[in-house]
RNA sequence: CGGGGUGUAGCGCAGUCCGGUCAGCGCACCUGCUUUGGGAGCAGGGGGUCGGGGGUUCAAAUCCCCCCACCCCGACCA
């Protein structure tokens, strides 16, 4: 490709509103450009990066026996309706109407689409497994995008969905998938981790993240370097200590002034925090299976209600929100609201279980609270606490199990190291997904007796968008991208700086010619720029190897090639070998 | 959705407090000449309903009201 006839810009000046390095440096060497909030339009060289990423993601997929197909965008209400989503996700779904008043909406993901594709063409266990994937535009309506190409609205995805008899089949492949995203991730030049993850609103049961490590990420990930155990923070389990056993003592109700908060009232009474019991408050968002028999009409359209949630775990602990909402099946979680709070009996900072409208609430508490004595715990009236409170004599929960969140030093569930928090980039997950979309879809397959079974299902994501901006974000230096060979937009970028010397552009061109004819991608810059122009933009759009034609080297009889990512530069005589040496470097470097 | 901020040429900005040659600068772009191995110089040139609408005024980029867009922090996040 001749650098004259390509549509390409780069920006001498950094581009004022973004701030991660990915985001400025994919505006400034011209690959992407905004168009909306979250919203990327891709130029041509951009467009050659993010191809080339989509091909590895298709090699992989296929070597494991995926099969590719492309799935619509816009989706018809019904089958979401049948999945039961199309009333549990919020705004984050665009959904529109056609011209005849029917429900469509953009796809965000494609459960629905593809379970109803499969429920129409397997019907027999011999069809199974079956690993479908497409490459495919999704949109989610995000509260606030941010970083660029990390956190889009409209991005590219891979998604993956596979069919099996059973669960030990859907293990077997949900294993191969992983070693493919590994696969993957190490062919576009990163160092991506699996990590235990939440399986959220797709459901099912196991799920892992591949997180590129990175400063710029938006997750948090806790890691064990003595085990390996590593999770994202949001599920992180971690050892809890039981404290000494102690005689229960009897309750006493305390005046403690001015100490709303955990801080505060373990400095009032001069104990550490965790002799305190600390009461937090939420409103749950939870599926209503009575609200669907009242009335089927309004049924299709209401089908939730909200639940008020008291959580309590001891004061030296942070809440989860992802585990509780797994806890008690929560569609959304919110804080309460002080009336709410109040109106359950309980004081905003002075809650307690004890004393509380239990008929209106959900009391969750953390499983190492029942192993706790003499906790000090709120009053529910202002400015008082009771002392002394244990949980089976004094109050039960609806439910007690693990709602604190582990952080950074907590103790390894495992081995009991110190986890470390790092922050990553959730480039991809798997989840099984189990029966959960084929059972509501009432999508299953005969077996070998003839029994109608439900179809096991799992599902793949690659985000093809925060891929590219997690290979910016661990490949560049102060000049620009230092792409990795396997995703460079060009392989090569060929500098003439023959300064309107026909014999060194002729030879410049020759060189061109040489270098297509071996099968090398080639971009050509024959603008007619100055030396330092041309360096610069071949330095900031990252190409791995540059060749540079100029009257010196021609005089010699060479060309100079320098290594983007390491600086190096070789002469590499002009002739025959010179296509082949070209090539040979190329293999040598990421 | 709460808090903060920004909208002036393709990009980056000044001008706004204090209405009146304020439609300006740098980069980019076009023409010509010179230059030519790390973002050249000179000369000439094209391009903007100053985010939108309403209002105040003899006069609004500038003051007032409403709306919109975008960015950052938080909430949220298959």
Redesign the pocket.
Same mark, same amino acid.
């Given at each position: 490709m001749r650098l004259s006839e390509y549509l390409f810009?780069?920006?001498?000046?950094?581009?004022?509103?973004a701030?991660?390095i990915s985001h400025q440096l994919l505006l400034?060497a011209g690959l992407v450009r905004?168009v909306?909030?979250?919203?990327f339009a891709y130029l041509p060289i951009g467009q050659r990066v993010k191809r080339r990423i989509e091909d590895i993601v298709r090699e992989e997929m296929d070597a494991i026996g995926g099969q590719e197909v492309s799935l619509p965008v816009v989706q018809p209400a019904e089958l979401w309706r049948e999945s039961g989503r199309w009333q549990q996700i919020g705004s984050?779904m665009a959904r529109l109407k056609d011209r005849n008043d029917r429900d469509l909406c953009l796809a965000?993901?494609h459960e629905e689409l593809v379970t109803s594709l499969v429920r129409d063409v397997i019907r027999s266990y011999r069809q199974l497994p079956c690993l479908l994937y497409q490459v495919q535009t999704?949109f989610?309506d995000?509260?606030?995008?941010?970083?660029g190409l990390i956190?889009v609205r409209e991005f590219t995805?891979k @998604?993956g969905y596979s069919f099996h008899a059973d669960a030990d089949d859907l293990d077997a492949w949900y294993d191969r998938v992983y070693e493919a995203y590994a696969n993957i991730f190490r062919r576009c030049g990163l160092d991506a981790v699996a990590v235990r993850s @939440?399986p959220? =609103? =797709?459901g099912g049961s196991d799920a892992h993240e591949f997180m590129e490590l990175s400063p710029s990420g938006?997750d948090t990930i806790l890691s064990c370097e003595t085990c390996g155990y590593r999770a994202n923070r949001q599920v992180a389990r971690c050892r809890k200590t039981p404290p000494a056993r102690e005689d229960q003592l009897p309750l006493e109700e305390i005046h403690t002034p001015g100490t709303a908060t955990i801080d505060d009232l373990a400095r009032f009474m001069d104990i550490p925090k965790t002799k305190t019991a600390k009461a937090l408050f939420m409103v749950a968002t939870m599926a209503d299976e009575q609200g669907a028999a009242v009335d089927e009409q309004a049924a299709v359209e209401k089908t939730v209600v909200d639940r008020f949630v008291f959580a309590v775990l001891r004061g030296d602990m942070e809440l989860s929100?992802t585990k509780l909402?797994n806890a008690v099946g929560a569609l959304?979680?919110?804080?309460a609201t002080p009336e709410e709070i109040r109106a359950v009996g309980a004081e905003p900072g002075f809650g307690s279980p004890l004393g509380i409208d239990r008929s209106r609430t959900l009391l969750v508490v953390d499983d190492l609270i029942p192993s706790c004595f003499n906790l000090v715990a709120g009053a529910n009236r202002v400015d008082y606490h009771v002392a002394n409170v244990n949980y089976g004599r004094d109050y039960e929960a609806d439910l007690v199990t693990d709602i604190a969140a582990a952080g950074d030093g907590s103790a390894c569930p495992s081995c009991g190291s110190a986890l470390r928090a790092d922050q990553g980039i959730?480039v991809g997950?798997i989840?099984k997904l189990g029966d959960k979309y084929s059972k509501a879809m009432d999508t299953g397959y005969l077996d070998r007796e003839n029994v109608s079974r439900p179809i096991v299902m799992g599902?793949y994501?690659?985000?093809i968008d925060r891929l590219i901006a997690s290979i910016v974000e661990r490949h560049h230096d102060e000049?620009g991208i230092c792409w990795p060979v396997s995703v460079a937009p060009f392989q090569v970028i060929l500098v003439d700086?023959s300064?309107?010397d026909p014999h060194v552009s002729d030879v410049a061109a020759a060189v061109y010619d040489d270098l297509a004819e071996v099968g090398l991608e080639v971009l050509y810059d024959d603008r007619d720029d100055?030396?330092?122009?041309k360096?610069? @933009?071949?330095?900031?759009m990252g190409i791995p190897v540059?060749l540079?034609?100029?009257?010196?080297?021609?005089k010699k009889g060479v060309v100079?090639l320098?290594v983007r990512r390491s600086g190096e530069m070789i002469d590499v005589p002009l002739g025959d070998g010179l296509a082949e040496a070209v090539k040979k470097v190329l293999t040598t470097c990421l």
């Open positions: 810009q780069t920006h001498r000046e950094p581009q004022g509103e701030e991660l400034r905004q909306a909030s979250g919203i984050e965000m993901t999704k989610r995000e509260p606030r995008p941010r970083g956190r995805m @998604d @939440d959220g =609103m =797709m938006e929100e909402a959304q979680l919110r804080p959730e997950n989840f599902c994501g690659i985000g000049h700086l300064g309107g100055r030396a330092g122009v360096f610069n @933009d071949a330095d900031l540059r540079t034609v100029g009257g010196r080297g021609v100079e320098k």
